[in-house]
C-alpha cells in the first residue's frame, strides 16, 4: 500500500439522466487526464461494450484483469476488488457504481466494492445513472413505467468530493440511438418508442440536472459555514413564507409561489412558529395541514419552527435557508393598537431581514388570535398598563388647558370635557383605569372649577349633586365599555369553540384523522406540555383525565384547565374514542376479509368448474366406455379417433387441475420459484407444443439473441403457454400469433402479439381476476384462470406481465423479466453506455 493509503480515497461520479450519455468515455478521459499528470491510475473496471471509439480510450491506460465467476450455468465476469487492492494504485476507474454483483464476491454491490477501495486510500472515479439513485428510483418508474432493480443509497454518492453532470439534449440522445451507438438494431425500435421518448428522457434529464444542482447547493452551504459566511448569496431564489394557521394562509402561500417561479429553480420554503405556550398565533391544526399540503403540491417544503420570539425565529430560519425573500401577512391591528404596543411581527422582521426582502402581503382576512381565547384576561397588556397612565395624565391635562381659556367656559362644559376623558380612559384601560381616572378629575374638578376654589370642599348642593352624577356615570360608562370588551372575547371564543367541534365533527364523519394526530391536536389547542392515551388508573394528581372508554384515558399534563375548556376537551375525548373504535373495527375488517376472500373464491371455483370438470371426464368416459363397449366393432380409425378424444379430455383435465392447485399456492403464499438462468428458446418450444390442434401460426421473433432472464423454467413454460393459448383463441383464422423478444434497462421483455378485437381499457385489469371471462359465459373458453395465473406467477419471479393495445387491432401481452445476464458483460441487447459522437 502506498504512502497516501493512510488517508480516505476521494470519490468522483459522473452522473448521467440516461443510458448513452458519455459516462464511460468521459471516465476513461479523466484516467488519462491524471495519468498525464503523472497520476497512477489503472482501469479496475471499465465496460466499453465492443464499441471502438470508447476502447480507444483504454490506450495507455493499465486495465486489470477481471475476476471470473459462474453463476446459473454461465460464466461471468466482475472486477477483481483483490487484485485492485494488492494493486494499490493512487486512481482506480470503476464503471457502473449501482451494480449488482454475481454471487461469488464478498460484497453483493459493486458501490461496497468502491467503499473498500475509498479505505484503503485509493481515489475512484466511477459512473452512475440518475434512475439508480434510490430516492429517485419510485419516481423514474412512474415516468419511465420500467422497474429499477439496481440501485445505489444516495449518502453514497453525496460523499462524493466531485459530482460531474454527464449532459445530452434528448434528441441527440435518440439521434444516437437510432444510428445503433447505443443498442443492437434488432432494439433501436422497441428503445425509442418505450424508454427512450422524447418525455421520459426530458424528465430523467431534469431529474438529473436538479439532484446536482441540490448538491452544488450543499457545498455552497458548507462553504459558508466553515467560513462564517453569513451574509445572503443570492445564488437561487428563495422564498420563504410565514403562516400562522390563519385563514390567510392560502393567499400568501400563493404568492410566494408566484415569486418562486419567477426564477428558474427558485425554492419555496414555507414556516410556522410554534410558541410555547402552544395557543398563540392564532393557529388551526387543521388549516395549518391544509395549507402545509399546498405548500407540498405546489413544489415546496414544510418547516416547523419552536420558539416564543417569532420574529427572530422568522429571520434565524430565512438567514440560516441562504433566503433571499420572505412573505408576511399584513397585521391586523389597528393604528391605536399599533401605537400602543409597538412594532408588530412584519416590522420587526423587516428590521432584522439584512439582505432579505420582505414582502408584507395584504389580505381580506387576518389571522383571528388563539384558537382557543383566553378567559383570564380582556385586554392586551399593553392597554392594560397604559390605561391607569392615561388616567393620570389626561385629566391634568385637560386642566392645564381649562386654566388657559380665562373662564370663558361654565361649570357644566367644564364638567362635561372631563366626563369625556374619563370615557376616552375607560374605553383604553378598561374598569380600573376609569376608576383612576373618574377619581383624578373628581378632584381637579372640585379644587379647580368649584367655588370655593383652591380647596376641595363644596358648598353648593347643586355642585355636589353634579360631582357625583359625574362619578357615577363615569363608572357607568367604564362599566359598559369593560362588558363590551367581556362579551367580545366570550363571543370570539365561543367562535373558536364551534369551529373546533364543527372541525372536529366534520373528522369524525370523514374518519381521516389517527389518534396520534388527534393527541397532537389535543396538546396544541389547549397548550399543554404532553397528551397521552394511557389504560387504567394514573398516579398522577396533576394532569388532566378525561374518560374515552374500555377503561382508556386521554391523560394532558402541563397547565391547569379550567372548567369552562371542559367542553371541548370532552369534544377531543369524543374523538378519539370514535378513532380507536374506528381502529379495532379496521382491524377487524382486515381480519375477516380474507375469510370473505377465501369463500367469494369457493363460490367461484365451484361455479366456474362445474361444467368445465365435467365436459373432460364427460369426453373421456364417453371415448373409454365406447372402446369397452363389445356392441360395436370399431375400426382402427375409430379406435385411434376415441383415444386421441380420450387423451386431449384426461389433458385438459390436467391442465385444469394444475392451474387451480398453482392458483391456491399462489393465493396462500406456498409457491416457492427455484430461479435460475433460463432462456426464452428452451421454454417457448415446450410451450408452443401443448398448444391444441388446429390453432393458429405462431412466429418467434428474436428468441436466439435473447440473454437469459432469472426465472423459474417449468413456472415460466406455464406462463408462455397460457399466454399463447389466450392470444390463439382471439387471433381469426388466416392470422398470426407473434412472440418478439427484446432487451432494455437490465430488462427482456417478451411480446405475445395477437390480431383479435382486443380488450377495453377499462378491462384491462379485470382480466387477470381469477374466473373472469369479462362476460363470456361459455365454460368451453376454461374457467378464467390463465391470465390471473400468469401474472401471479411472473410477480413470484420478480417480473411484470402488462397488456397493451397491438397496433392495427389486437392486443399485445408484455412478458418483461429481470435479465440473467449481468449488465457489463458483451451482450449487445443489454443497455449499453456510449461515447460522444462527433458531429
Not at 388551526?284 to 414544510?302: I, K, M, N, T, Y
Not at 384523522?513 to 388527534?518: C, M, Y
Not at 376454461?782 to 391470465?787: F, H, R, S
Request: charged letters at 25%; glycine letters at 10%; hydrophobic letters at 45%.
Amino acid at each position: 500500500m502506498n504512502a497516501e493509503s493512510a488517508r480516505a480515497g476521494r470519490l468522483k461520479v459522473f452522473l448521467g439522466a440516461a443510458p448513452g450519455v458519455g459516462k464511460t468515455y468521459r471516465m476513461l478521459d479523466e484516467g488519462r487526464r491524471r495519468q498525464a499528470r503523472g497520476t497512477d491510475v489503472v482501469v479496475a473496471l471499465a465496460e466499453c461494450h465492443r464499441r471502438p471509439r470508447t476502447e480507444e480510450r483504454l490506450a495507455g491506460l493499465e486495465v486489470l484483469p477481471r475476476a471470473p465467476r459462474s453463476y446459473g450455468g454461465g460464466a461471468h465476469q466482475e472486477m477483481d476488488l483483490d487484485a485492485v487492492l494488492a494493486r494499490s494504485p493512487g486512481v482506480a476507474l470503476v464503471d457502473e457504481l449501482a451494480h449488482t454483483n454475481v454471487p461469488g464476491g464478498r460484497n453483493t454491490k459493486r458501490w461496497q466494492d468502491v467503499g473498500e477501495l475509498l479505505a484503503a486510500g485509493i481515489d475512484v472515479v466511477t459512473t452512475v445513472n440518475i434512475q439508480h439513485l434510490e430516492s429517485l428510483n419510485d419516481v423514474v418508474e412512474k415516468i419511465t413505467k420500467v422497474p429499477q432493480r439496481e440501485t445505489v443509497p444516495d449518502e453514497v454518492v453525496r460523499r462524493a468530493q466531485q459530482i460531474e453532470l454527464v449532459d445530452m439534449p434528448p434528441e441527440a440522445l435518440r439521434r444516437r440511438l437510432a444510428h445503433g451507438d447505443v443498442y443492437g438494431p434488432e432494439n433501436i425500435n422497441a428503445a425509442l418508442a418505450d424508454y427512450f421518448r422524447v418525455g421520459n428522457l426530458t424528465a430523467l434529464r431534469e431529474l438529473a440536472m436538479m439532484w446536482t444542482a441540490d448538491r452544488v447547493d450543499e457545498a455552497l452551504q458548507r462553504y459558508r459555514t466553515e467560513h462564517g459566511i453569513g451574509g445572503v448569496w443570492e445564488t437561487r431564489e428563495r422564498v420563504v413564507v410565514a403562516l400562522t394557521g390563519g385563514p390567510e394562509g392560502a393567499t400568501l402561500i400563493r404568492r410566494a409561489a408566484r415569486i418562486a417561479a419567477r426564477s428558474a429553480g427558485g425554492d419555496l420554503l414555507a414556516a410556522h412558529v410554534a410558541r410555547s405556550d402552544g395557543l398563540s398565533g392564532g393557529t388551526s391544526a387543521v388549516a395549518l395541514a391544509e395549507q402545509r399540503h399546498l405548500v407540498e403540491s405546489l413544489g415546496g417544503s414544510s418547516h416547523t419552527l419552536v420558539g416564543d420570539d417569532v420574529p427572530c425565529a422568522l429571520a434565524e430560519f430565512a438567514h440560516a435557508q441562504n433566503a433571499t425573500q420572505l412573505v408576511l401577512g399584513t397585521s391586523r391591528r389597528g393604528r391605536l393598537e399599533r401605537f400602543l404596543t409597538g412594532k408588530g411581527i412584519g416590522e420587526t422582521i423587516a428590521a432584522m431581514s439584512g439582505h432579505i426582502d420582505v414582502h408584507i402581503v395584504a389580505h381580506e382576512r387576518a389571522g383571528g388570535g388563539r384558537l382557543l381565547p383566553s378567559r383570564r384576561r380582556t385586554l392586551p397588556t399593553g392597554r392594560l398598563v397604559a390605561g391607569p397612565v392615561a388616567g393620570l395624565v389626561l385629566p391634568v391635562g385637560l386642566t392645564f388647558l381649562l386654566a388657559h381659556t380665562g373662564g370663558r367656559l361654565n361649570l357644566t362644559s367644564e364638567a362635561l370635557l372631563f366626563l369625556l376623558t374619563v370615557v376616552a380612559v375607560a374605553c383604553v384601560g378598561g374598569v380600573a383605569s376609569a376608576v383612576v381616572a373618574s377619581v383624578t378629575a373628581s378632584l381637579l374638578l372640585n379644587y379647580f372649577f368649584i367655588v370655593p376654589r383652591g380647596r376641595f370642599t363644596v358648598m353648593s348642593t347643586n355642585n355636589i349633586l353634579a360631582l357625583a352624577v359625574f362619578v357615577v356615570v363615569a363608572w357607568t360608562v367604564a362599566a359598559v365599555v369593560d362588558r363590551s370588551l367581556r362579551l367580545t372575547r366570550r363571543a370570539a371564543r365561543a367562535t373558536a369553540e364551534a369551529e373546533t367541534l364543527s372541525s372536529l365533527a366534520g373528522d369524525i364523519v370523514r374518519g381521516d384523522q389517527a389518534v396520534p394526530d388527534l393527541l397532537e391536536r389535543a396538546r396544541e389547542t389547549f397548550g399543554m406540555e404532553s397528551a397521552a392515551l394511557v389504560k387504567g388508573p394514573d398516579d398522577d394528581g396533576t394532569a388532566v383525565r378525561v374518560p374515552v372508554g374500555d377503561d382508556r384515558y386521554l391523560v394532558l399534563r402541563g397547565r391547569t384547565l379550567p372548567a369552562t375548556e371542559s367542553r371541548v376537551l370532552a369534544a377531543f375525548a369524543a374523538h378519539v374514542a370514535a378513532a380507536i373504535e374506528r381502529a379495532r373495527l379496521a382491524e377487524a375488517a382486515a381480519e375477516v376479509e380474507p375469510v370473505r376472500a377465501a369463500d367469494r373464491m369457493r363460490t367461484a371455483l365451484l361455479t366456474a368448474v362445474s361444467h368445465d370438470l365435467r365436459t373432460p371426464l364427460a369426453g373421456g368416459w364417453a371415448a373409454v366406455s365406447s372402446l369397452r363397449s363389445r356392441d360395436v366393432d370399431f375400426s382402427a380409425e375409430d379406435r385411434e379417433e376415441l383415444l386421441a378424444t380420450a387423451d386431449e379430455s384426461m389433458a385438459k383435465l390436467s391442465r385444469l387441475v394444475e392451474n387451480l392447485l398453482d392458483m391456491s399456492r399462489l393465493q396462500a403464499g406456498a409457491l416457492v420459484p427455484h430461479l435460475r438462468a433460463t432462456l426464452f428458446e428452451e421454454v417457448v418450444a415446450p410451450a408452443l407444443d401443448s398448444l391444441p390442434t388446429g390453432s393458429p401460426r405462431v412466429e418467434t421473433r428474436g428468441l436466439e439473441d435473447a440473454p437469459p432472464v432469472i426465472a423459474d423454467p417449468p413456472l415460466l413454460e406455464r406462463v408462455v403457454a397460457n399466454l399463447v393459448g389466450n392470444a390463439a383463441r382471439f387471433t381469426p383464422r388466416g392470422a398470426t400469433v407473434v412472440l418478439n423478444a427484446s432487451t432494455h434497462v437490465g430488462r427482456v421483455e417478451l411480446r405475445v402479439i395477437d390480431r383479435g378485437p382486443g380488450l377495453p381499457a377499462e378491462d384491462r385489469e379485470r382480466a387477470f381476476e381469477a374466473f373472469q371471462r369479462l362476460g363470456d359465459t361459455d365454460n368451453r373458453t376454461g374457467v378464467g384462470l390463465g391470465l390471473a395465473l400468469s401474472r401471479g406467477l411472473t410477480e413470484a419471479m420478480d417480473g411484470t406481465l402488462a397488456p397493451e393495445d397491438t397496433p392495427g387491432g389486437g392486443l399485445t401481452m408484455v412478458l418483461s423479466l429481470p435479465s440473467g445476464e449481468p449488465v457489463g458483460t458483451a451482450s449487445p441487447a443489454l443497455p449499453v453506455e456510449q461515447e460522444p459522437v462527433e458531429g
